[in-house]
C-alpha cells in the first residue's frame, strides 16, 4: 500500500482516466468499419463509445465539486456558463472550422470506407456553431464527431442549478430513484418513437442521455462533501472497479450496467484520492496527459479523416495500412493536443473568462478546478 499524502483538492487519478478513457475513444473511432478487424477479438472493442458517459459522470462530479453552493444569483449562474463556455468553445470552433475546410478540400468521395458524405453538409454547420447538434435537430452526425458530446455537455451545465437543488434538498436514495425514473421513461420514450437505446444515442438525442450520468456525478461529490466525507477505501478497489466495468463491456452486458461500473469507479476513486492515497496514476506524465485529453478527444476525428484518406490512396485499405494509419493517427493527434492544450487551448480560456467583469473573488478551490 502507498503511503497517504496529502490532498491539494485535485484529482490526479481520474484526470488520468480521463486521458484512457479519450484514448479508447480513438481507438473506436480509427476502428470506423471495423477497418482494424477488432470486432471479432472482444464485445469491450465495439462498447468503446460508453466511454463518452465515464466522461459525462466525471463531468458531473468535478463541476458539483468546484460549484456546488457558488451560484446563488442569476449573475453567478452566468459568470459560471461563460466560464462553462470559455473552457469548452474555443477548440470546440477551431476544431469545427478545421473539419469544415477538410471537407472541402478532401471530398466525401475520398473518406474512409463507412464515412457518409451528409458529415460535411453545409446546414448542419449553424447547429454545431450554436452547440445544438445533440438536440436532434441534425439527422445525422456532422463535421467534428465526437463535438455532439461537448454539446450535451453544455446542456447539462445550464441545468446545473436544478441538479445542485435537488441534490442539496433531497435524500440520497430519492435522488437515485429520480435517475432511475428518468432512464425509464426515456427508454419507453425512445422506443415509442422508434429510436435507438438511448445508451447510444448521440446526434439523436445525445443531450438527454448526459442528464443521468452527469447528474450521478454531481450527487457522488455531494455525498463524498457530506455524509460520506469519512469513506476512504484503497486504490486497489477503484483499480477494481475499472477491470469489472472492463469485463461488463467484454462480456457485452447491459450498457446500464456499465454505466453502474463507471460511477463506481468515480466514487471510489475520489473518496481514495481526497483521502490521501497514492497511486502511480498521480505522476506527472499521468497528469499531463490528463491534461491534454480534452484536446485529444477534438482533435482525433479531424486528423484521423486526413491520413485515413491519404493511406487508404496510397497502400490501400488492408488491414497492415489500415493499423499503421491508426497509429500515426494517434501519434499526430497526441502530439498536437499536447501542444494545443499548452498554446491554444488554456491561453484562449484564460482570455475569454477574463472578459466577465470581475464581481467577486476566485476562491482557491475554483482556481485549482475550475481550468480544468
Not at 468521395?109 to 435537430?137: C, M, R, W, Y
Not at 425509464?184 to 418513437?193: K, T
Not at 497492415?320 to 488554456?346: D, Q
Request: glycine share 8%.
Amino acid at each position: 500500500m502507498h503511503p497517504a499524502a496529502a490532498f491539494d483538492g485535485r484529482y490526479r487519478v481520474l484526470d488520468s482516466y480521463r486521458f484512457i478513457a479519450a484514448a479508447l475513444i480513438c481507438l473506436y473511432h480509427f476502428n470506423k468499419a471495423d477497418v482494424l478487424g477488432l470486432a471479432v477479438l472482444s464485445p469491450f472493442f465495439i462498447n468503446l463509445p460508453l466511454m463518452v458517459d465515464f466522461f459525462f459522470v466525471l463531468s458531473g462530479f468535478v463541476i458539483a465539486r468546484t460549484y456546488l453552493g457558488e451560484i446563488n444569483s442569476a449573475q453567478g449562474y452566468g459568470y459560471f456558463m461563460w466560464k462553462r463556455f470559455a473552457r469548452l468553445y474555443p477548440l470546440h470552433l477551431l476544431t469545427l472550422l478545421v473539419g469544415i475546410a477538410g471537407g472541402i478540400v478532401i471530398g466525401t468521395d475520398k473518406l474512409q470506407p463507412g464515412t457518409n458524405p451528409e458529415i460535411f453538409s453545409a446546414t448542419a454547420i449553424l447547429a454545431n456553431l450554436t452547440l445544438t447538434h445533440s438536440l436532434g435537430v441534425t439527422g445525422y452526425g456532422s463535421f467534428n464527431i465526437p463535438s455532439w458530446s461537448i454539446s450535451a455537455e453544455m446542456f447539462v451545465y445550464m441545468l446545473f442549478p436544478l441538479f445542485a437543488l435537488l441534490i442539496t434538498r433531497l435524500h440520497p436514495l430519492v435522488n437515485v430513484l429520480l435517475v432511475v425514473l428518468y432512464v425509464v421513461a426515456l427508454v419507453l420514450i425512445r422506443d415509442a418513437l422508434g429510436l435507438r437505446p438511448w445508451t447510444i444515442a448521440w446526434y439523436d438525442g445525445g443531450a438527454l442521455r448526459a442528464v443521468p450520468t452527469f447528474f450521478t456525478g454531481a450527487l457522488i461529490a455531494q455525498l463524498l462533501s457530506g455524509r460520506w466525507k469519512r469513506f476512504a477505501p484503497p486504490m486497489a478497489l477503484a483499480h477494481l472497479a475499472v477491470g469489472v466495468t472492463a469485463a461488463l463491456m467484454h462480456f457485452n452486458w447491459s450498457a446500464e450496467l456499465v454505466l453502474v461500473g463507471f460511477v463506481g469507479v468515480v466514487l471510489l476513486t475520489a473518496a481514495a484520492e481526497q483521502h490521501g492515497v497514492v497511486s502511480r496514476f498521480q505522476a506527472p506524465a499521468w497528469v499531463h496527459l490528463g491534461d491534454a485529453s480534452y484536446s485529444l478527444y477534438m482533435w482525433h476525428m479531424p486528423l484521423k479523416v486526413g491520413i485515413f484518406a491519404v493511406v487508404g490512396k496510397v497502400f490501400g485499405t488492408g488491414l497492415a495500412p489500415m493499423w499503421g494509419a491508426a497509429l500515426l493517427s494517434f501519434i499526430v493527434s497526441l502530439g498536437v493536443a499536447l501542444l494545443c492544450y499548452r498554446f491554444f487551448e488554456m491561453p484562449a480560456r484564460r482570455r475569454l473568462a477574463a472578459l466577465w467583469p470581475a464581481t467577486r473573488p476566485i476562491t482557491p478551490k475554483r482556481m485549482r478546478l475550475a481550468l480544468r
